[in-house]
Structures are given as C-alpha cells and as structure tokens.
C-alpha cells in the first residue's frame, strides 16, 4: 500500500499568505465589533494584539474591523483565511451578549476544531469560564477566538502562543517529528 502526502499550498514567502524570508509567521487580527465598526467606539483590544503578536515575533497586517453577528464574522473570516498561511485571532463578541456571535461564526466556516486550544485560553482567569471562543483550522490557517478586553485578549492570546509556531507549521504540511 503506498501512502500519498497531501496537497500542501504553494506559499510565497513576502506575500502575507505564509512565512515572510526571515521565518517570522504571518498574523492577522479581526476586530469584531458593532460600536468599533460603526465608528462609536475606539478600538483598544485589537491593537492590544497586534503588539503581543509582534513583541512575539510575527509579521501583522493592519486589524480588519467588521461588526458582530454570525454571518457578518463567517464573511470576514472567510475572506481572511483565504490563501493564507498563518494565525487568524479574533477579538471581541465571544461573551453572552445578544450580539457577541463570533464562535457561532466561526465554527461555520472551521474545517477541524482545535478544543485544546480554546481550553487552555479559558483557563488562564477565572473570568475565562464565561468565554465561548472557539479554536480551529481552515486550510493552512490557525483561527483563534479572543475576548474583546484588551487584558483578556493578550491573557488568553499568551496560553496558546507558545504552541501556535508548531501548529502553523503543521499545517504547512512541514514534518517536524
């Protein structure tokens, strides 16, 4: 019986859709919120991110804002996720406010979940247990749920980072074991 490797994308380093030339992981980072989208609310969790991921050594694109509910999550995360090679974080609508839809959007389009993950990012606060974000994959990309508060979401961001570089290669396709 012959075993047959998988299909692995053809990333092109320097293109955002995959490690840059130097090694450093790609980012991207959804802000998911109604007050933030529509202009009423400054945004302080998303750039939170952005500077945990960069002081972390990935390479991040300017955040994407979109507001909350399902539909409207799926749609960005979709387009995100897209060709892309890398870690897709999402900040905001993950409570149990009427709105704050974003696992709900985001398990529509995951094509593995990753529950190890999103355990380990409720764990780190007591807070966590009321958090709802979820963890999974599409194609090459590693999707992550974070809560909206900027502590929150550099907390949890910090329980899984550690394990995330070996996952994105991974998915890659690469061997490391």
Known sequence: MSHVEPPVPDFVAGTGVGPSADGSPAARVLVV???????????RGGPAVVARLEAAGFRVEPPTVTADGAKAVADVLRELCRDFAGLVVTTGGT??????????????????AAPGLAEAMRLVNPLGRLSRGVAGT???????????????????????????????????????H
């Open 33 to 43: 919120s109604d007050g933030v989208a529509s202009g009423e609310r400054e945004d």
């Open 95 to 112: 409570g149990f406010g009427p709105r704050d839809l974003t696992p709900e959007g985001t398990r529509s389009i995951l094509e593995r």
């Open 138 to 176: 599409v194609g090459a990309a590693l999707v992550l749920n974070l809560p909206g508060s900027p502590a929150g979401a550099v907390e949890c961001l910090d329980a899984v980072l550690d394990v995330v570089p070996h996952a994105l290669s991974l998915l890659r396709g690469d061997r490391p």
